[in-house]
């Protein structure tokens, strides 16, 4: 156990619809960062939050939206679902000023899209 | 541009060493790292370099930066089946705590 829990670990949804991921970040770690793992596009970067703001953003669409709350758990929303949106989406935690030592990720949630 | 390159698979015999290679960008990446991935499984990480280091070893692991071609290598002696997974390398971008992978290397040992 990484110590970053992310859930659900599975989720099948139709296309148009919107679901929401959670992650709960390792005991201590302020930072979340979110990425979208695919077959053709490999780890991409989407967002990061730092103690409930956001940081830096990467390759994440419109239709994708994310937010870190106040004890530090993160959710990342997603709408208009289609089929390309079908990946493992993973979530990732780091301490203050540790993120240059690497992150500690979650196992994942993989997303149907039917 | 952000490109971390690898290649994308690698077989090698139980017991043999294992060296998977990545390309990256950016000249001020400031840490270097290796992640390993098993099946059903979140990224691990296995190392990090510091960009003023050449070599880095812990346990079976040796890890070779060359700053000046911009690779990175990462060296498993004594492969074992157990190490079989998906190696991701990835850099760290200027100033910031974001990460950006490589497209991972699946390493296959066999018996």
């Known amino acids: 156990d990484s110590g970053v829990t992310q859930t659900p670990k599975h989720l099948i949804t139709a296309t148009g619809q919107r679901v929401t991921l959670r992650c709960s970040p390792r005991?201590?770690?302020?930072?979340v960062y979110w990425y979208q793992q695919s077959l053709d596009q490999g780890l991409q970067f989407l967002i990061q939050y730092y103690n409930g703001e956001e940081r830096a953003k990467g390759n994440i669409l419109e239709r994708f939206s994310a937010q870190q709350f106040p004890d530090l758990h993160s959710e990342l929303n997603l709408s208009s679902l289609e089929l390309g949106d079908s990946a493992l989406y993973f979530c990732a935690s780091s301490g203050p000023g540790q993120g240059n030592y690497g992150y500690t990720f979650g196992s994942g949630t993989r997303l149907t899209v039917v | 541009g952000e490109d971390v390159e690898q290649s994308l698979f690698l077989s090698v015999r139980e017991g043999d060493s294992s060296v998977i290679n990545c390309t990256y960008t950016?000249?001020?990446?400031?840490?270097l790292y290796w992640y390993k991935q098993e099946p059903g499984a979140g990224l691990q990480l296995l190392t990090y370099i510091f960009s003023n280091m050449d070599m880095k070893q812990d346990q079976r692991l040796t890890v070779l930066l060359n700053k000046k071609d911009k690779h990175l290598s990462l060296r498993i002696a004594d492969t074992q089946t157990g190490d079989s997974a998906i190696y991701f390398c990835?850099?760290?971008?200027?100033?910031?705590?974001?990460?950006?992978f490589g497209t991972g290397t699946r390493l296959q040992v066999f018996p």
């Open positions: 990835a850099e760290s971008m200027g100033n910031t705590d974001k990460l950006i």
């Open positions: 950016d000249s001020s990446s400031t840490y």
């Open positions: 005991s201590g770690d302020l930072s």
